[in-house]
Nanobody, 125 residues
Framework: QVQLAESGGGLVQAGGSLRLSCAASGRTFSTLIMGWFRQAPGKEREFVAT????????YYLDSVKGRFTISRDNANNTVYLRMDSLKPEDTVIYYCAATRLRGPLRLRVSDMDYWGQGTQVTVSS
């Protein structure tokens, strides 16, 4: 069993930056593909980014490419999402997720095995 806990959300002005963190419990972290998803009120949860178990490969939602960066620290069981040039439309709840699948990195909500509680990001215009 893996437990995930996000942190780092908050209020930021448009054009600003935030870094989300997700701390994972369990000894299997380094074998998991990790990802970030997001969900706006009344909408389906959507994929944002994923990173391979070793951190060597990443995959992003088109609308965040060049603005968001996913990374991981396997020694500390943590995955990050650096978000730059934030826009008001990035205002949603962000969820950390993990899967035991070995690939590919283009994953769906249904592919993920573990979820965090979510962290709110609000971007003011």
């Amino acid at each position: 069993q893996v437990q995930l806990a996000e942190s780092g959300g908050g209020l930021v002005q448009a054009g600003g930056s935030l870094r989300l963190s997700c701390a994972a419990s369990g000894r299997t972290f380094s074998t998991l593909i990790m990802g970030w998803f997001r969900q706006a009120p009344g909408k389906e949860r959507e994929f944002v980014a994923t990173i391979s178990w070793c951190g060597g490969s990443t995959y992003y939602l088109d609308s965040v490419k060049g603005r968001f960066t996913i990374s991981r620290d396997n020694a500390n069981n943590t995955v990050y999402l650096r978000m730059d040039s934030l826009k008001p439309e990035d205002t949603v709840i962000y969820y950390c997720a993990a899967t035991r699948l070995r690939g590919p990195l283009r994953l769906r909500v249904s592919d993920m095995d573990y979820w965090g509680q979510g962290t709110q990001v609000t971007v003011s215009s």
